[in-house]
Structures are given as C-alpha cells and as structure tokens.
C-alpha cells in the first residue's frame, strides 16, 4: 500500500535555529498538507499546498514556517527560527484528486526544540 | 471558530464489547467526517468516514452513525480488542474549503481489556 514518509523521525534543534522538515507524498497524489500535534493534544491543521503554491493557511503558520516542493516529489516545512513552544510531532498528509476524500498521513517527525 | 467537540476523553472496555465515541460540530460548514485511529508513535490511519447524505455507514466491526439534524456523530466498535487500544480522533472536512483541510477532535484514548 502506497505511504507517505517522512524524514527525520525525531530531530532535535536549539531554540532560534532553522529545521527544515521533509515529505514524500504519494507519487500520484495531488494536494498536500502539513498538520501537527504538540503532545497528548489534538491534531492541528498548518497548511495545504496544491498545484506548486499554499491554497490555505492556518494562524498557526505565522511568517517563520515556509513550504516548498522543490522537486517533484518531496514536500518540505520548514521552520525559520524555533521556539521551545514548536515542539510537536509533524504530520505530513496527501490526497489524491479533487473528489478524493482519502487523506493519508505520514508516521510524522518528532520535533523537539530545546 | 469552527470545532469538532469530541467524547469521552479516555474509555476503557472489556475484550468482546461495544466502543462508542462520540463527535459534535457546530455549523453545517462540513461535508465529510472521517474517523482516524492513531497508534503511539505512529500517524492517523484513516478509518471509517462518511458524507452527510447517508446516516450510518458499516466497514466490519466499525459502523459511522451521523444524525444531520443534531450535528452529531459516532464511531461504534463492536466486538472491541485489545488490539483497538488506540487514540481515536474523529474529524471534519470543510466544505468549500480551498483544498479542504480537516479539522480534528481532541481524541478519545480506547483501552480494551483481555
């Protein structure tokens, strides 16, 4: 069955520094997300990313955090300047096509900003 | 803010018995409410999901029952195992949303007893 991954697994940063987050999604898959959790809370949407540009944005994602699809296959979030309160686990999702409800998460990386 | 309020926070049940989790909205903004069960460690797999034409919806032991007029829906597990212990967390997609982000309850933690 087709998966999204997601690198590093656990990364762990100084506060001010920059992370940069990676994600590939599906091979087919269209639309792509970024979601988090801060520990023992709920999932968090960041942001949605579709045909090479973010479609919406949550107030989460303030000017720190960019995304990017450099290639075409991997998805990056990237972090500009940490802080401790960043610390969280990081979903990556894609979806298909339009009228495709299927979202499929990656296993998501464990940031922890000290 | 559009919310998923979701219920009980934490459920314990014995080997062979009915898990029911229940999830509220509060406006009619949606149009898809998937079900996602989350191992420790591991990413929302989705599980069930149902559109809100149809008022129950049935995958093996897992059933999806909406009720449109109270804004209310349930996942049942039947026959629950211990291999169920989870987090559970029901969601909601908005409608008309640029590229439909989902927003998630808070997630209910399932314990099965042997």
């Known amino acids: 069955e087709p998966e999204v991954t997601q690198t590093p697994s656990h990364q762990v940063t100084q506060m001010g520094q920059e992370v940069i987050l990676r994600c590939v999604p599906i091979s087919n898959h269209l639309y792509f997300y970024w979601y988090r959790q801060i520990l023992g809370q709920k999932v968090e949407f960041l942001v949605s990313f579709y045909n090479n540009e973010i479609s919406e944005k949550s107030e989460i994602f303030d000017d720190q955090f960019s995304v990017e699809r450099p290639d075409g296959s991997n998805f990056t979030l990237k972090i500009r300047s940490t802080k401790l309160e960043d610390s969280a686990m990081y979903f990556c999702?894609?979806?298909?096509?339009?009228?495709?409800?299927?979202?499929?998460f990656g296993s998501g990386t464990r940031l922890t900003v000290v | 803010q559009q919310q998923v309020k979701q219920s009980p926070q934490s459920l314990i049940v014995q080997k062979g018995g009915i898990s029911i989790i229940n999830c509220a909205y509060e406006?009619?903004?949606?149009?898809?409410f998937p079900w996602y069960q989350q191992f420790p460690g591991k990413g929302p797999a989705l599980l069930i999901a149902?559109?809100?034409?149809?008022s129950e919806k049935k995958e093996g032991r897992f059933t999806i029952s909406f009720n449109k007029s109270a804004k209310q829906f349930s996942l049942h597990i039947m026959d629950s195992q211990p291999g169920d212990s989870a987090t559970y967390f029901c969601?909601?997609?908005?409608?008309?949303?640029?590229?439909?982000?989902?927003?998630f309850g808070k997630g209910t933690k399932l314990s099965v007893k042997p």
């Open positions: 149902i559109r809100p034409d149809v």
């Open positions: 999702a894609s979806r298909g096509t339009a009228d495709n409800y299927g979202y499929t």
């Open positions: 969601a909601a997609r908005k409608k008309g949303g640029s590229q439909g982000n989902l927003i």
């Open positions: 406006n009619t903004a949606f149009d898809y």
